[in-house]
């Protein structure tokens, strides 16, 4: 579903990813992890195909998204750690704009159960600035989720969720990867995915240090020892710094 | 603890300077710096070098040069009139300042002040302190920017530092006021005087004060021509005598104190009115501190406030307190399917003036035909209306020229979304020809509006213009409104390119109170856009002209017009058509984050 071969990702002098190569296959979710500026977020968004690679090529469910962005993009979904909603459109105006952008028919049929799985039909006509960032954040999910993409890439999901919005946050990433979802998902809540993510990749100035199941990476980062968390394996992989 | 608030201002002050200098080094700063820094030379420090009258180098004769200097120079006698018309003036802004609150007594404190300052172990009256003293240096700076505009009427006489001190103290007065107004008000207000009383109170006052005054001005003083013409010196003649009159003249003795450092016509003047303003600023001051209450609440709401405001606006957002609080109907309903583009064109409308809609563009069309025609059967109908076309026509050009500035609900506004608008599954020339529908629909719908008004009223008034016939004219005006929307379109293409290929400089076009650098930026931005319009418009007027020269003589003049319309559309579609697509390879290539990166 996701094939990454020689990513790299410039700006200028400085280079945020080197030479990222990985796959995601159907089912499984992927977690990105990393120290502050490793380059999870140049990554994500050189995946959805919001800033163009410098070199390297991704696949998107099998379209290339240098030659083919617009295949591509019908079948992915971004969700941004802020949600980035329009002020002056309701819960129910984005639907329908983001049905019209992608082309899906009988919108409503398919924004109603979505709506009511986030907790927000009751908000359908009110504007952003009346929803509180909870809700914004699952306004952006719906908005996402409209068009049934394959592939879905998460920056901090959990972020400004109440504690059970992140507990439903998870259910949703894990029913949707099971439906057969392809999941990319960045966080520095380790926690979080080793609940959630079947597969780790860990990143650092820009360089994969690791990727595997979370059996692979810790069973190479344990050092022998036996039941290694995530945080250990983390702290290990990138020596526990920054830089 | 004053000590200590005052390190504060004056480090921010000092860091603020020192980022302002750094920063140019990157050329977007230091070009536009340049360019802001000579157009402040030559229009405004140069002339403070050069005393009043023709420039150093113009050689004049003597007599000339005194009549010069006498008309350029108010003679004293008019210091009374200017005298009434600086405290008038002040009067208004201070009636304004006891009328219109309707909020609770609040000093304007930033967030990051009332987060550190406000729990701090500071007194209320050194807070008020800290804000007096801001709001002087606040002032100052207003007081140099306002003297560098009024150093230009060299009629008032004075020099730049009286003008600039005179501006001070008058800012000064001001703020003081609004803080001690508000302080008394919120008072007033506790006392349980409600806001519709206090007002009819504060009216009914002032109103008294001016009707005992009519009443005692002397009998043989004529009263102020009006209707037919101005006859000035009367006028100001009967406007002096108002104001000394009591009791109006004790009601506006502190404003006519206040403004007499700035009217002062020389420097000896000046100084002999500086002790009873400096006297009324130090009463001002005293009020203030005296009747301050607790204003901690409204501040930190007015803080939240101005903080939302400011963050919406920096991000290219509007003011979220007074917008986007209700939501509104679609302007046309959405369907699931079809052209992509009809939705930005959807979307973009809602986030505008409610009155885009075809209902209200074809009642303002049947009520501007209507009172056309009307106005035209008056008996000095054909004048008036020629007027009022000529006006019209003045205005369409001015909406082509300067309406894309104002009408941005297109990448301009959504530069903020780009990320999310590149996941769209669209190629980028019909995101961005999208994006351009909505200020095209906009700007096309007032043009087409002032067009119709010049169609309706303009006609030949002598001055030889009798070829313009009736049918050339809806010929014309039918090309124009056809060729409008490409036009429009193309007009907006240029700081939608501006804001995709320089998105670093158009940010930062958005700085608030730039200084010198952003002003340089956007006259540059501004001459780029000129420019870029007279290339751009300049092969589709030249076919045109050549269509109408090559078939006049054909087809006559009216049908020429059309067929000229038709070319001219053709080109400035074809070149709407290539920069669309232009647009859209830059914007599939755009990554902001490198684009912005410091």
């Known amino acids: 579903m996701i094939e990454v071969s020689d990513l790299s990702k410039r700006y200028g002098s400085f280079t945020a990813v080197k030479q990222l190569s990985f796959a995601v296959r159907a089912g499984e979710v992927l977690g990105l992890v990393g120290p502050n500026g490793a380059g999870k977020t140049s990554t994500q968004r050189c995946l959805a195909g919001i800033i163009p690679v410098s070199s390297g090529s991704v696949r998107i469910a099998g379209h290339a998204l240098a030659e083919d962005p617009i295949a591509a993009k019908r079948a992915l979904a971004f969700f941004p750690d802020e949600p980035r909603l329009f002020d002056y459109l309701t819960v129910r105006q984005h639907l329908n704009?983001?049905?019209?952008?992608?082309?899906?028919?009988?919108?409503?049929?398919?924004?109603?159960?979505?709506?009511?799985?986030?907790?927000?039909?009751?908000?359908?006509?009110?504007?952003?600035?009346?929803?509180?960032?909870?809700?914004?954040?699952?306004?952006?999910?719906?908005?996402?989720?409209?068009?049934?993409?394959?592939?879905?890439?998460?920056?901090?999901?959990?972020?400004?969720?109440?504690?059970?919005?992140i507990r439903r946050m998870k259910d949703s990433i894990v029913q949707r990867a099971r439906a057969g979802a392809t999941i990319v998902l960045s966080s520095h809540l380790l926690h979080l995915l080793e609940e959630v993510c079947t597969h780790v990749l860990i990143l650092k100035q820009g360089v994969k240090i690791a990727d595997g199941t979370l059996a692979e990476v810790a069973a190479r980062f344990s050092q022998g020892e036996t039941d290694v968390s995530l945080e250990e394996v983390f702290i290990r992989a990138t020596g526990g710094t920054e830089s | 603890m004053l000590s200590a608030l005052l390190y504060l201002r004056a480090t921010s002050f000092r860091n603020w300077v020192v980022a302002r200098v750094r920063r140019l080094r990157q050329p977007k700063y230091l070009l536009g710096a340049i360019v802001g820094g000579a157009y402040f030379y030559f229009f405004f420090f140069r002339s403070l070098a050069t005393p009043p009258g023709p420039r150093a180098g113009t050689a004049l004769p003597d007599a000339a040069r005194e009549a010069m200097e006498a008309a350029v120079t108010l003679p004293a006698d008019w210091l009374p009139a200017t005298t009434a018309f600086g405290s008038l003036a002040l009067l208004i802004f201070t009636t304004f300042m006891w009328v219109v609150p309707t909020q609770r007594a609040a000093l304007g404190f930033s967030e990051a002040e009332i987060a550190f300052l406000f729990p701090a172990p500071v007194k209320r009256r050194s807070l008020v302190h800290f804000r007096l003293i801001?709001?002087?240096l606040r002032s100052l700076v207003g007081a140099g920017v306002m003297m560098l505009f009024s150093q230009r009427w060299s009629a008032l006489g004075g020099n730049a530092l009286t003008h600039a001190f005179g501006w001070w103290f008058i800012f000064?007065?001001?703020?003081?006021?609004?803080?001690?107004?508000?302080?008394?008000?919120?008072?007033?207000?506790?006392?349980?005087?409600?806001?519709?009383?206090?007002?009819?109170?504060?009216?009914?006052?002032?109103?008294?004060?001016?009707?005992?005054?009519?009443?005692?001005?002397?009998?043989?003083?004529?009263?102020?021509?009006?209707?037919?013409?101005?006859?000035?010196?009367?006028?100001?003649?009967?406007?002096?005598?108002?104001?000394?009159?009591?009791?109006?003249?004790?009601?506006?003795?502190?404003?006519?104190?206040?403004?007499?450092?700035?009217?002062?016509?020389?420097?000896?003047?000046?100084?002999?009115?500086?002790?009873?303003?400096?006297a009324v600023l130090t009463l001002h001051y005293l009020w203030v501190v005296k009747s301050a209450v607790a204003?901690?609440?409204?501040?930190?709401?007015?803080?939240?406030?101005?903080?939302?405001?400011?963050?919406?606006?920096?991000?290219?957002?509007?003011?979220?307190?007074?917008?986007?609080?209700?939501?509104?109907?679609?302007?046309?309903?959405?369907?699931?399917?079809?052209?992509?583009e009809l939705a930005f064109l959807w979307k973009n409308l809602l986030s505008t003036w409610p009155y885009f809609t075809v209902r209200v563009w074809g009642l303002a069309a049947l009520v501007i035909a209507g009172a056309g025609i009307w106005l035209r059967r008056q008996p000095e109908g054909p004048l008036l209306a020629s007027t009022v076309g000529g006006v019209a026509l003045i205005f369409s050009a001015y909406v082509v020229i300067v309406g894309p500035q104002f009408a941005r609900q297109d990448i301009r506004s959504d530069l903020t979304h780009a990320d999310l608008l590149k996941t769209y599954p669209l190629p980028g020339w019909q995101i961005v020809l999208g994006e351009l529908l909505a200020p095209t629909v906009i700007l096309t719908g007032v043009l087409w509006l002032t067009l119709l008004t010049a169609v309706v009223t303009l006609q030949p008034v002598g001055l030889g213009l009798s070829w313009l016939t009736p049918s050339l004219r809806l010929a014309a005006g039918l090309g124009l409104a056809c060729v409008a929307p490409v036009m429009v379109a193309l007009q907006l293409l240029v700081p939608n390119a501006a804001a995709l290929f320089f998105p670093g400089w158009f940010q930062m076009s958005r700085t608030r109170g730039g200084g010198p650098e952003v002003i340089g930026q956007r006259m540059i931005f501004f001459f780029a856009q000129v420019l870029t319009m007279l290339c751009a418009l300049l092969p589709a007027f030249l076919v045109g002209g050549a269509v109408i020269l090559m078939l006049h003589w054909i087809i006559g003049l009216t049908a020429a017009v059309v067929c000229a319309s038709l070319a001219v559309?053709?080109?400035l579609a074809g070149e709407v058509w290539a920069g669309v697509h232009w647009l859209g390879t830059r914007f599939e290539s755009l990554d902001l984050s490198a684009d912005l990166r410091p």
């Open chain 2, 295 to 340: 204003f901690e609440d409204a501040a930190v709401d007015y803080a939240q406030k101005r903080g939302a405001r400011l963050a919406a606006w920096r991000t290219g957002g509007r003011r979220p307190d007074d917008a986007f609080t209700k939501a509104r109907a679609a302007p046309f309903p959405l369907a699931d399917a079809g052209r992509p």
């Open chain 2, 569 to 571: 559309w053709v080109v």
């Open chain 2, 172 to 278: 000064s007065a001001l703020n003081l006021h609004f803080s001690g107004a508000s302080f008394t008000l919120t008072r007033l207000t506790d006392l349980g005087l409600q806001a519709w009383r206090r007002r009819i109170l504060v009216l009914g006052m002032i109103a008294s004060v001016f009707i005992a005054a009519l009443l005692r001005l002397p009998a043989e003083l004529p009263s102020p021509p009006l209707g037919t013409g101005i006859d000035l010196p009367a006028a100001s003649e009967w406007l002096v005598a108002l104001t000394t009159t009591a009791p109006l003249s004790w009601l506006l003795a502190p404003f006519r104190i206040v403004v007499a450092p700035f009217l002062a016509v020389d420097t000896r003047a000046f100084f002999i009115a500086l002790g009873p303003t400096l």
């Open chain 2, 134 to 136: 801001s709001a002087q």
């Open chain 1, 97 to 165: 704009f983001v049905a019209r952008i992608y082309g899906v028919r009988d919108h409503e049929a398919i924004a109603r159960p979505l709506l009511e799985e986030f907790e927000i039909a009751d908000k359908a006509d009110q504007l952003p600035g009346e929803l509180s960032r909870g809700m914004k954040q699952k306004l952006a999910i719906a908005c996402g989720l409209l068009h049934g993409p394959q592939v879905m890439f998460f920056d901090e999901p959990l972020t400004g969720l109440d504690p059970l919005g």
